[in-house]
């Protein structure tokens, strides 16, 4: 397991306004950036966009609605990979997207629909009511009383082609793809480097400009059924990933039904990164069916709104974003929760800082239980893994984060693998405390590839394996000595 801490950066609803650009959103996020040490942030290694990437459009014309969607896309693609160049060093995979309402094309449902019959609106009704809250074809409209049936299924199933559209042209550089069924199907984005992975879900099954009620269908975690029982045997940390929030007030029905939290605790997903409702927040859902609330319990951290203006924001609740501390270890995750806030919340320009946290806290910590693994399991997971993607460098890093007394014979086999005029750099960073002779061999090594004397003479003060009668630790020794005893003029 990495012991090491880093952080998600969770934003949500983007809903930029038109008086406003995206240059200065990224400009106020670089400048929150900096603060970050100082306020106990870790370092950024994700970033999770729960929904809503753009405002949409009204138009009732499918043609101008496409159109104006996708020159939104086209702006959020730039500030997007902006924000990926700025937090994640250019690194586009560990940028996490699933679509919101907004990311709807609201002309698609429309054309899809057709009113109901007068004669046939009493057999309508009863349907209606009787399938209430399960797949149908019928739409109640509440601004003119009438009833409306789907009678175009496949224009209907369109209505995020513009999302699917821009979510693959802005993976194509490494192959990510939006599922095909887009309603249907969930999928997971795995990191076994920090033993994280995400299960990502489109909650707007079923939802049209008709029918606003948040959903994820049941078949969407049937699809990835198989990768979470292996992300949960593997001892990751997996975080799901939606746009909709799961409890709402009376009189209104945006939200999801809370009976999805039964189907995250049950399936090993204990933490939830949701946004729509414009609010940051962190509330522990217990699952009704649980038999160990520690291990059915789930932390649900919804984000605000990062750019929307006064009219997509709740009363007396400002733009908002999160950034999450991550710690994973065997069995367990501690995740610190840090809420930052438009202090402004008046100006295209957003001047960040802390949301009040009672009790003077700077950010609201928990952990979740993981599955706790052996020794063996722990070295067994992290080689068969890299044996796999063939990355040995991954597989030292992970390896010396478990500090096992067994894994060392391991690293010694990936360190052979190396070759060490190419990587000498990353053996210097990583093999500061060689444990064994090869070890010991190849930190020397590098050390003479980059002419780093002083470092070297250091090396050989210490007197390690000085006694060995391996050759090769005699010989790298030997030519060590060479090095440091050698005239600067020589």
């Known amino acids: 397991m990495s012991n090491k801490v880093f952080s998600i950066l969770h934003i949500s609803d983007l809903h930029k306004d038109e008086s406003c650009n995206y240059n ?3 400009d106020s996020l670089k400048a929150d950036k900096y603060k970050y040490p100082s306020l106990g942030i870790a370092p950024v290694k994700y970033i999770v966009v729960s929904g809503d990437l753009v405002h949409g459009s009204n138009k009732d014309d499918a043609k101008e609605a496409c159109e104006e969607i996708s020159q939104q896309y086209e702006e959020v693609a730039e500030f997007l990979q902006s924000l990926v ?5 250019g690194e586009i995979r560990r940028l996490v997207i699933v679509p919101g309402n907004h990311d709807m094309n609201r002309a698609i449902s429309k054309y ?5 019959d007068a004669t046939q609106v009493d057999r309508v009704k009863q349907s209606y009511w009787e399938s209430l809250g399960r797949k149908q074809i019928y739409r109640f409209d509440w601004k003119t009383l009438s009833f409306f049936e789907i009678n175009d299924e496949t224009t209907y199933s369109q209505r995020f082609d513009s999302f699917e559209l821009f979510y693959n042209a802005f993976y194509d550089s490494i192959g990510r793809k939006f599922p095909t069924s887009q309603e249907n199907e969930a999928y997971t984005l ?3 480097e920090d033993n994280i992975a995400f299960a990502c879900f489109n909650s ?3 939802l049209d400009h008709l029918n606003i009620m948040g959903a994820i269908d049941n078949d969407s975690i049937h699809s990835i059924y198989n990768s979470l029982c292996d992300y949960y045997s593997n001892g990751y940390l997996v975080v799901g990933v939606w746009h909709h929030h799961l409890y709402g007030p009376p009189y209104r029905d ?4 809370k009976d999805f939290t039964e189907h995250l605790a049950q399936n090993h997903i204990p933490v939830g990164l949701y946004g729509h409702q414009h609010k940051s927040e962190v509330i522990e859902a217990l699952s009704d069916l649980s038999d160990d609330m520690d291990l059915d319990k789930v932390m649900l951290i919804s984000a605000g709104t990062l750019f929307g203006s006064k009219k997509e924001m709740l009363p007396g609740v400002k733009r908002q974003y999160n950034v999450i501390n991550v710690a994973v270890t065997n069995g367990k995750a501690h995740l610190d929760v840090f809420f930052r806030e438009d202090k402004k919340n008046d100006s295209a320009y957003p001047i960040w800082g802390g949301k009040h946290i009672p009790d003077d806290k700077k950010c609201i910590g928990f952990d979740v239980q993981l599955n706790h693994l052996s020794d063996d399991e722990l070295i067994h997971i992290i080689d068969d893994g890299t044996r796999k993607s063939n990355n040995f460098k991954q597989g030292i890093v992970r390896l010396q984060a478990l500090n096992l007394e067994k ?5 010694d086999g990936y360190l052979q693998k190396l070759n060490i005029a190419d990587d000498a750099e990353f053996l210097v960073e990583n093999i500061q405390n060689p444990q064994t002779e090869i070890a010991y061999a190849y ?8 002419g780093r004397k002083d470092e070297i003479k250091k090396r050989l003060d210490t007197g390690l394996f000085k006694d060995s009668k391996s050759p090769l630790i005699k010989e790298t020794i030997a030519q060590a000595n060479k090095i440091i005893a050698k005239k600067p003029w020589e």
Not at 85 to 89: E, H, R
Not at 443 to 450: E, G, I
């Open 204 to 206: 707007c099954y079923q």
């Open 407 to 411: 894994g060392k014979g391991t690293i």
């Open 443 to 450: 930190l020397l090594q590098a050390l003479m590839r980059l």
């Open 24 to 26: 200065q959103l990224l």
């Open 112 to 116: 899809a629909m057709k009113p109901v």
């Open 190 to 192: 795995e990191f076994p």
């Open 85 to 89: 160049n700025t937090f994640l060093d």
């Open 254 to 257: 945006d939200f999801m039904n």
